[in-house]
Antibody, heavy 121, light 109 residues
Framework: EVQLVESGGGLVQPGGSLRLSCAAS????????MSWVRQAPGKGLEWVAN????????YYVDSVKGRFTISRDNAKNSLYLQMNSLRAEDTAVYYC??????????????WGQGTLVTVSS | EIVLTQSPATLSLSPGERATLSCRAS??????LAWYQQKPGQAPRLLIY???NRATGIPARFSGSGSGTDFTLTISSLEPEDFAVYYC???????????FGQGTRLEIK
């Protein structure tokens, strides 16, 4: 059974940092593109970033470029999102999602349950 | 940047009725469009990919159609568990950007 379990969310002050983790199991993690998708309270979905199987390619939505860094550790079946210079508008539930195998931008067939990040003083 | 516009924002129907949800792209996305269902407190679930292909385990009452800029998700006969928010999503090969529509809330009338 495919499972994605996020952790690391919490309350952080504006300008602060947070690192999210996603533990994957039930599939060959190293074979898939992986993404982070977020959802602000009461709002829609927003793709944040994705990373290629070997970590050699990474793409970001414009609003987080230069502040967020996506990474992965295939030996640990884990995906990460380092978030720096956090702003109030980054407040959201952050989901880890599995992409495809062939292309960077793809559909998401499995999602974690999400971890809440709240940026507030 | 490709913008996806979903309509209506809210759709009020009764169980057993047919639901038709629309997603319009600001420029052609070919058939690279997916639909997701999200219930309160849950992660989204993939329903349809490449405009018309049902994802694994999705009931046959869900169908997708369209290409280019206009897409439709149809639920042939609503079950109580179908009342949720539905999102469309496009993927573009270059730049590899992923965008979602703003969602359609399907509520019980």
């Amino acid at each position: 059974e495919v499972q994605l379990v996020e952790s690391g969310g919490g309350l952080v002050q504006p300008g602060g940092s947070l690192r999210l983790s996603c533990a994957a199991s039930g599939f060959t993690f190293s074979s898939y593109w992986m993404s982070w998708v977020r959802q602000a309270p009461g709002k829609g979905l927003e793709w944040v970033a994705n990373i290629k199987q070997d970590g050699s390619e990474k793409y970001y939505v414009d609003s987080v470029k230069g502040r967020f860094t996506i990474s992965r550790d295939n030996a640990k079946n884990s995906l990460y999102l380092q978030m720096n210079s956090l702003r109030a508008e980054d407040t959201a539930v952050y989901y880890c999602a599995r992409g495809g195998v062939a292309v960077a931008a793809d559909y998401f067939d499995y999602w974690g349950q999400g971890t809440l990040v709240t940026v507030s003083s | 940047e490709i913008v996806l516009t979903q309509s209506p924002a809210t759709l009020s129907l009764s169980p057993g009725e047919r639901a038709t949800l629309s997603c319009r792209a600001s420029q052609s996305v070919s058939s690279y469009l997916a639909w997701y269902q999200q219930k309160p407190g849950q992660a989204p679930r993939l329903l349809i990919y490449d405009a018309s292909n049902r994802a694994t385990g999705i009931p046959a009452r869900f169908s997708g159609s369209g290409s280019g800029t206009d897409f439709t998700l149809t639920i042939s006969s609503l079950e109580p568990e179908d009342f949720a928010v539905y999102y469309c999503q496009q993927r573009s090969n270059w730049p590899p950007v992923i965008t979602f529509g703003q969602g359609t809330r399907l509520e019980i009338k």
